[in-house]
């Protein structure tokens, strides 16, 4: 699937001013289909040919896979060899594969070499071979892209990773660039590159390093230079056409090496092949590494039940994209949460509630009302599982691939984020504050003399919202539960908002200690009521029926060719640069950790699902001319193109309550995010041309 480009400076001026609002998360789980079975036997039978079943990038889209040209280099086998029985894989039973494939710069110019690059996956994550024909030596991707950038003499283009390329000087002809290429500020390499009568093949520049993991001649950048200016003024050299491998932290695998529960390493010739010497066993609600950065995630069941699916796991800051698995021509197609992780989906009670289906599809237009997005309300158990106290199951729902609570078990319009749900155990000492997360906390703010109860103080925003004295004597279990219930929430009463269970009572000498084990809350700040005139992008038909809201297109949506097209709130298409009849496309949706800035969170070349974070050029040179363009154009474009962004800023920090078109009566506020979502994919495109 196609690497995203290079976002404009406008776009991420928006998101630093609403990342509060983007709903960062700490960590974003990209899991494969779910396997479902009796045993790993009928795992294999039910998903695979009875002997083998094989994980590609379409059962697991962290795998790099190219929309485009339908390329994919990753897969994992699980294979019926003796001892695979139960939750065990036996000896050579799990089978990981990677191959070199070629695919297209970004830059398109076969005349001076810009046709194709060799790149493999390893372990979910993209990288570049340093011969395309040895698997066993790659250096990670950092930047392909064919983007225009404009540099004068003296400026320097941050490349990301510590790389920069620099304008040293430009002769006196406007015919040659002086280009230095650095790294962490040190020399590497220059060269002077000429465009003199329309030279096409010498104006790209190729550095080739010696002594690359022991490999000699590595291309590790390459650099086109379309134009070169001398003006009265200015002195310019316009590049498009840029490529950079991390060569720096090259590395290379070794037949020894050892990957989580793959430790027998062949190396073969453009492919690697990684297999287990020991059975594996899968951990019942547990997590087995088996690869760098990949790993089995296994359900809470019984003996007789095996549900398992592969996951990776992102903590790395930056803005990261979670994919679908791809389809293929007009033939009817429908996600649900095995076949979309950004779907919500709860492994331990196997239990998922949305759905997204296109039918038929006449060459790339979708019909009316053949664009169905589906959702209902389901029950999942509470982390903190204790039934006789209250503690065993809520209802959830997912809207538009997050996760909510309705606010009545049976209504499906009015909805709630799921802040925690938690068995973890908090010790409090009086007059400690928990931090709940979304600015909601809990304080004790007093122990009785006889340490056998507790007096609790719920706040948001540092403001009193409800307290309660909660008593453990007697080893009493229902007394040792705190609902906190509100009225008017969405014009509902009796909402329980929060619950707390207190395990035990401590008054020392020294200390008052109280024990928190099970804790749950809800943003119903922030809840949000669902109209049947709502529109959510396309998607502008609404039912709600009960437990479930049905949503539908009420015009015709058309699937652009090698473009995203915005399904609804946070949610995309990715349409692949193919013929009509060879259409491919898959769903999308944005997920943000940490702080968003100039410098973080852009997503990589890894094709499908997330993408680690490519680091795109520094927005510090000067706006590409047109052709025939002067120094004063220049300088005007850029002094206009600068107040164009600062009204854009500024417009995208309005405070004066103008409002969105898109906005709807009965959800204020909601479309902020869909909003910021909907200028991260425009700007990072999927500009894959190949």
Known sequence: ???????????????????????????????SSVFNGTDIDDIIDTYGNGTILPIDGSRFPIFYYDIDDNVSTEIVLIVDVPGTENNIIGEGGLIYITTIQPIGYEYENPAAGWDNYSIIGFGAQIAVPLKPDRADKFSRLVLDSDDKYTLRTGETLE????YSLEAKQVDVNGDKVWLQFNRDGEYVDDEIISVAGGNTTGSTWDVELDDIEDEDDVVVLR?????????AVDSIAQIEGLWLIDYANARTIESDDEFGELDDVAILGPALRLTNEDTITLTRDGTDKILENVSFRTADTGSDMLRFYLMKEIKEPGIHVVAGAASFGPGNFTWDASSFAGFFYDLDDNIETESLSVSDIDGNVIPEGKLVYETHIEKVDYEYFNADEGWDQYPVIGFFAEEYVPLKENRAEKLSKLVLDSDEKYTLRTGEILELGENYSLEAKQVDVDGEKVWLEFTRDGEFVDDEIISVAGNNTTGSTWDVELDDIEDEDDVVVLKVHVNQVFQGAVDSIAQIEGLWLIDYANTRTIESDDEFGKLDDVSIQGDTLTISNENTFTLSLDSEERIAEGMFFKIGDTPVEELRYFPFVVRIIGEINETTGLPEGIETGIGENETRPEENVTETPGENETEETVEEETERETEEETEEETAGNDTTGGETEEEGEGTPGFEIVPALTGLLAVGYLFRRKN
């Open 223 to 231: 650099v086109h230079v379309n134009q070169v200016f001398q003006g």
């Open 159 to 162: 490349l990301g990773q510590g």
């Open 1 to 31: 699937m196609k690497r995203f480009a290079v976002v404009s400076l406008a776009v991420l001026m928006l998101l630093t001013a609403f990342a509060p609002a983007a709903n960062a998360q700490d960590v974003i789980e990209v899991r």
